[in-house]
């Protein structure tokens, strides 16, 4: 089980901080020491909260502890930077065509929701999803 203080700490799940290389210019996301060019000269780099889909699942039997949001829509999201995240699709009419709102190309914007709750204290964790504009 994850400690509230941990989580909250992880800068990209809060924050979508990244880095970005000094040698080549390759932005990462979540953060990494060194870059696949060699260079450990990375320096913070905060990521666009605008981008498009590019590609998309529709998750129709979920994981038990994400049951009651089904079905989940999944996305890889192109942000206006070029890096590409993925994320949940959210705030979609229940019993929609998903196929007929997510479409390829579509906009969107990251924003801060909860993701589920952990354990029998019900300790809640919160990150990013992406909505449709």
């Given at each position: 089980?994850?400690t509230?203080?941990?989580y909250?700490?992880?800068?990209q799940?809060?924050r979508?901080?990244a880095?970005?290389?000094k040698?080549c210019?390759?932005?990462h996301?979540p953060p ?8 450990e000269?990375l320096?913070?780099y905060?990521l ?6 590019a590609?998309?699942?529709v998750?129709?039997?979920p994981?038990?502890?994400f049951s ?8 890889i ?9 993925m ?16 479409k390829v ?14 354990g029998e204290?019900?300790?809640h964790v919160?990150?990013?999803?992406c909505r449709?504009?």
């Open positions: 089980m994850l509230p203080r941990v909250k700490e992880i800068p799940r809060y979508l901080e880095n970005k290389c040698k210019g390759k932005v996301f990494r020491l060194v870059c696949p060019c060699g260079s000269d320096e913070f905060r666009p909260t605008k981008g498009k889909i590609t998309y699942t998750v129709r039997t994981p038990k502890d009651l949001q089904k079905p989940i829509v999944i996305a999201v192109e942000l206006e930077d070029g890096t590409r995240i994320a949940q699709v959210t705030d979609l009419p229940p019993n929609a065509n998903y196929n007929e709102l997510v190309g579509a906009p969107v914007e990251l924003i801060f929701r909860k993701l589920f709750s952990e204290a019900g300790i919160y990150g990013y999803k449709l504009l």
